[in-house]
């Protein structure tokens, strides 16, 4: 069969992101300290490894060379981020990026290809089904698919979006007021004061819904545990229909289910994970350390159009703080291409344009209120 050069360049790409999944399950089972969930990345890495090889051996069948290719800089931040932070840090991340990936291969005209979309698409249920032979609990399975996440899960998330929150705010905040013609110090103020305003305000309400969280779980586990005192045959057969709607025959899951309750060290536990989707250690997180962090994220991102005003004054104040305000809207639609898999060039320049059209909007309103005003 001839292949065209579209063709090969596809095999490459295939290739590269096969590559980039084999690095990073790689790195995670060596991180993973659960074994159930090493056991997990183990066998995705080998999935990955597989489908490399195979379009390895379609650029060679096509005649041409294969490259020696290295992780991509999103794959490479997230190996870096799993090592210093854990491989629950970069999870609900990769499992979008999975679900993403997941139809890849669907239009592909290869027969081969057909079958890695269908392994592709099943990972979730290869989880589900390793659960039942491979001792991978239903609440891996559950993690692993990005149904329970816990807060420092979505850590990654909150971080770009907490920068982006406190840098385009401030930014039209700092832009409204000198087109109002203010004092280079009342700009700087003026910042100063919506970077504090902006962070508290994001604080409180990080603090009010992981507390209000946390008090709602509490109330769920409570109840399950009356429920578990007062009637344990009905959670055994709840607990049985939750293992069978992950794969597992009837008579296996009540077995199971059964096991899981008999032990009343670990029944509340169980039944909290698998039925509420809540991990009792945990309860959402600390609301103390999500109010921290999101004042302290939002304030990274806030403080940048302010820094000019600490030095400079006038225009040239402006000028500058546009610019690396531009540059922090770049590095922001950068980010979040770890989540989305999106060109950093289009993510980057998306997100420098919105942000620069929310100051130039802001900057001409306080210019007109400044004339108004002004008489």
Known sequence: MTHTPQDIERFKQNLQREVDGAALYNVLSRK?????????YQRLAESEQRHADFWAAKIKEAGASVPEFQATWQTATLIWLAQRFGAQFVLPTITNRENSDSGTYANQPEAEAAAMSAEEQSHARLLSAASSGG?????????????????????LRAAVLGGNDGLVSNLSLVMGVAGAELSGHGILITGLAGLLAGAGSMALGEWLSVQSSRELYERQIRIEKDELEANPEEEIEELTLIYQAKGLPEERAKDLARSLLSNKATALDTLAREELGIDPEELGGSAWEAAFTSFFLFAVGAIIPVLPFIFVSGMTAVYISLVISALGLFGIGAAITLMTGRSVLYSGMRQVIFGLTAAALTFGIGRLIGVSLGG
């Open 32 to 40: 993973e300290n659960r074994p159930e969930m090493k056991t997990v």
């Open 135 to 155: 001792g991978v609990s239903g609440s891996i399975v559950a993690e692993t698919e990005g149904r329970h996440r816990s807060a420092g899960g979505n850590a």
